[in-house]
């Protein structure tokens, strides 16, 4: 039984690189899609947002010369190319999906609405929304947190290379430890880099809470969803 029956699942664009430098590693996008069948069997209805920071990411651009917006136009159309990998390998599996866009760019995905988007994760379909916000100056975690709240999921999942927060960064501080809850507020007053300002207050404001877990451990979602105390859980 899962303990969660809608949730926003956001993956980041840099874990899709596996072992590669850059780009998009088949055996890693074959793990994820294997792993979202999963909890899709248990009855879960799936929105998922992925990053693009495996083939560009704006900020960086603009740091090279860049214009700033253009860059982070670049950046939303890297997540759609990984937004249509992550589709091509669910389909593979037999599962149902669609890829809406922030930008209109049919035939490539239809337009996003929340309605349209609610009626598919109805449906059963696995809904992946890309391009972020749609709009520059906004990171693919306000994104996903636009999207979950819209989507009126119960929880958003944030799939990452580390298994939860911790008091600094455990891979450059071996004496960080880990939290197993933490609410909104403490991450605010601690200065801990979970996800942008913009997108940390609006699920505190919307009261969406968040797991943060290791993705990359095949089995992590299914275990969050079955509710094993795996992760970071954030909260008011």
């Known amino acids: 039984m899962a303990k969660y ?7 980041s664009g840099e874990s899709l690189m596996g072992q590669q430098q850059y780009g998009i590693d088949a055996v890693r996008l074959g793990e994820y899609a294997a792993q979202i069948k999963e909890i899709v069997e248990m ?6 947002v992925i990053g693009g920071g495996n083939i560009f990411r704006g900020l960086s651009g603009a740091s090279k010369g860049f214009d700033r917006v253009k860059g982070d136009q670049m ?7 990984n937004s249509l990998a992550l589709s091509s390998a669910l389909t593979a599996l037999g599962v149902k999906t669609n890829v809406l866009t922030a930008i209109r760019m049919e035939p490539i995905g239809e337009f996003y609405n929340k309605w349209r988007a609610i009626e598919l994760l109805e449906a059963g379909h696995v809904v992946i929304m890309s391009g972020g ?4 100056f906004f990171t693919t975690d306000t994104g996903s947190s636009l999207r979950g709240i ?3 999921a119960d929880v958003m999942l944030k799939g990452t290379r580390v298994d939860g927060i911790y008091t600094a960064d455990p891979e450059k ?9 933490i609410t909104y507020d403490e991450i605010y007053t601690r200065g801990l880099k979970v996800m942008d300002l913009t997108a940390t207050t609006m699920c505190k404001e919307n009261h969406l809470p968040i797991i943060v877990f290791n993705m990359d451990v095949n089995g992590n979602l299914k275990k969050v969803l079955s509710g094993e105390n795996i992760g970071t859980y954030v909260h008011n």
């Open 5 to 11: 029956k809608r949730i926003l699942l956001k993956l």
């Open 43 to 48: 009855g879960v209805q799936v929105g998922i």
């Open 75 to 81: 950046g939303m159309l890297a997540t759609v190319i």
């Open 133 to 136: 916000t749609g709009n520059p």
């Open 150 to 152: 819209e989507i009126e």
């Open 173 to 181: 501080d071996p004496t960080a430890t880990k939290f197993a809850d």
